[in-house]
């Protein structure tokens, strides 16, 4: 599930080539499966290739969807006060949250090829020997070292220069949490880089911005108009697929799981995920 996720960006798409992996397992006559040696490597190596065919795919859905697709966004099971001993069926419950799965992260391997993401998951995130990613993508080991590169380039040039720590990051969070809630746009417009931009992913199934807002004023705008037509939001500091995030709950219900990204104390993108089907894991746990 860990590597699902972070090859496609869908739990439910994870949920889906895992489940497929294990149909393939047991389809194997037994004595077939007595002769693997690892099972847990069949397992990746098999979910891999089911996801580079998903993502083959993916990229044509996505262009008809409809206004900005964003990853998932992930609930952290820590914070529900889950410990690793509860037994939970739940697959969500069993991600590990990590510099891997942050919005910002996710979002820049959406920007590569399916062939790229997949080795540098598989070797930069898992640390799988470009031998058994050759496996995976039917190329040579020289390739897929050539692919991960190019994947690792593309990471070098999405990440900020300069940026600050978990704590730094929960404190702009805050910050903006409460300026939210005051309505105060010039706090706001303080908070936010110049140059920040938010991507809202709606799916067209709630109200969204179609298009990615760019500029701190015309954000800050946007954030309070949206407080505006939502009387009783309620904005909760939670974490998001890792690190410091909101949560806008209206009557007990999750609207929207916003992701961060902070530069020198200042905000400068938002990932601010709405589409109700992608909210599914967040539904399914208290988060008084």
């Known amino acids: 599930m860990n590597v699902a996720y972070r090859l496609l960006g869908s739990v439910a798409e994870s949920e889906d080539a895992v489940q497929e992996a294990y149909t393939r397992w047991y389809a194997l006559p037994r004595a077939r499966r007595d002769e693997i040696a690892s099972p847990g490597a069949w397992l990746t190596t098999v979910t891999g290739r089911i996801c580079l065919d998903v993502l083959g795919s993916a990229r044509a859905r996505r262009e008809r969807y409809v206004g900005a697709w964003l990853p998932d966004p992930l609930p952290d099971r820590a914070e529900r006060g889950l410990g690793p001993s509860t037994g939970l069926a739940d697959p969500v419950d069993q991600m590990i949250l990590d510099e891997s799965v942050t919005m910002a992260f996710l979002v820049v391997l959406e920007s590569m090829t399916p062939a790229e993401r997949v080795a540098f998951v598989l070797h930069d995130v898992f640390r799988y020997p470009f031998a058994e990613i050759a496996a995976v993508l039917g190329r040579t080991p020289a390739a897929c070292k050539q692919l991960a590169a190019s994947a690792r380039r593309r990471v070098r040039a999405a990440r900020a220069p300069e940026s600050v720590g978990q704590a730094g990051r929960a404190d702009a969070v805050r910050r903006v949490k409460e300026a939210w809630e005051r309505k105060d746009i010039a706090a706001l417009v303080g908070l936010l880089d110049p140059a920040a931009v938010m991507t809202a992913d709606g799916g067209g199934l709630v109200g969204a911005a179609l298009r990615p807002i760019e500029g701190g ?23 998001v697929n890792g690190a410091p995030g909101l949560v806008a709950r209206r009557a007990g219900v999750v609207m929207t799981a916003a992701s961060f990204d902070v530069t020198d104390g200042r905000v400068t993108r938002i990932w601010a995920v709405r589409n109700p089907e992608k909210l599914r894991p967040w539904a399914r746990h208290d988060l008084a």
Request: charged share 25%.
């Open 217 to 239: 004023a015309r954000i800050a705008q946007y954030m309070v108009a949206i407080a505006d037509k939502a009387p009783g939001l309620e904005l909760l500091e939670r974490s």
